[in-house]
């Protein structure tokens, strides 16, 4: 029987912990092992790691000085030993089937798939389980081209990016990832993860069944809507896109796809940072991009010659992008 790696990243998670663990303990499949990743919390996650770990023999707890998401997925990436990976937020909760439903469909020709989610199951703290019958059956099975999700994961915002972009929910073969890790690259660095996953399996198997329940909490990082948090995921998030280049060949259509992105981010988030305290960084950093991939976008044959003349037009005459904003604004 296959081993389930079941990776969960923690830091000052305690008031949701219990749930979010005892999700795992309780699956129908109970071949896992629970790698509880305490990344510096502050809180007594910590304590509570430790405490579930001696009441069940599959936990193991790792410690470690704050260093982000992605490192502390890295942690358990370096020590997971089953053949199968699966990636669980610390604030959210399986339904008692997910792992079982998603081994049920995968094998030598899938070494990807993911459970649908939900958002609708948290109020108030308080956690309501899905009373729907569909729940217990498996619901329509759907084996989407990487092309696609590629294509999901650089050009298309909302649901289908967000399908394609995060890792939890998704069980991964441990061969099909076993050099890939984890890069600090804020909120883009799933879509980077993913994106060398895509590149390496022809498709990615997806089920229907909203057996992943996705908490956004006041503390998430996409729910912070002050001034400062908003500005620097304006600026993390367009240096991101500069980043997922290392992953593709040059000359590759898909490279193309992110450099139209990354342009777009470009001027658009050059406006968006002015004033703001990121605008000398954003020029600086905005201007060795461009200054660094400006020959690749201008020669590649995949992008239109219109966006190329736009994005010109609206780089080196920055007031137009201004007038055009509080136009689209008014």
């Known amino acids: 029987m296959d081993t389930v790696s079941v990776i969960i990243p923690i830091y000052n998670a305690e008031d949701y912990l219990h749930c979010s663990v005892e999700s795992v303990m309780n699956q129908s499949y109970h071949s896992l092992e629970i790698l509880l990743v305490d990344d510096g919390s502050t809180d007594s996650s910590g304590i509570i790691c430790d405490d579930l770990a001696r009441k069940d023999f599959r936990i193991r707890v790792f410690h470690q000085p704050n260093k982000g998401l992605g490192m502390a997925r890295n942690v358990g990436l370096d020590n997971a030993i089953g053949e199968w990976i699966f990636f ?42 899905p009373k729907s019958e569909k729940d217990l059956c498996l619901l329509n099975p759907v084996l989407i081209p990487s092309e696609l999700l590629i294509k999901e994961l650089i ?78 995921r304006y600026y993390d998030n367009t240096l991101g896109y500069y980043c997922l280049l290392d992953s593709i060949p040059y000359k590759d259509e898909y490279r193309s796809w992110i450099l139209q992105e990354l342009y777009k981010q470009l001027v658009i988030r050059r406006y968006r940072l002015n004033n703001s305290d990121y605008a000398q960084a954003s020029i600086i ?15 590649s044959k ?24 509080k136009i689209t604004h008014n």
């Open 88 to 129: 669980l937020d610390s604030d959210d909760f399986l339904h008692p089937e997910a792992i079982a439903s998603l081994l049920s469909c995968v094998g030598p020709d899938i070494n990807c798939a993911s459970v649908s989610f939900s958002m609708d199951y948290v109020s108030n703290n308080d956690i309501i389980l």
């Open 155 to 232: 050009k298309f915002k909302g649901i289908p990016l967000l399908r394609s972009s995060v890792v939890w929910g998704k069980l991964y073969s441990r061969e099909l990832i076993s050099d890939i890790r984890f890069r600090n690259l804020y909120s883009i660095e799933d879509r980077d993860f993913n994106l060398k996953v895509y590149l390496r399996t022809q498709h990615v198997l997806f089920i229907d069944n909203k057996y992943y329940y996705y908490c956004q909490t006041p503390d998430s990082i996409i729910r912070k809507k002050d001034v400062k948090s908003i500005t620097k």
């Open 285 to 299: 950093s905005f201007c060795q991009i461009v200054s660094e991939t400006w020959n690749e976008f201008r020669k």
């Open 302 to 325: 995949y992008i239109p010659l219109k966006c190329k003349i736009l994005f010109s037009i609206l780089w080196r005459n920055p007031w137009l992008m201004s007038f055009l904003m």
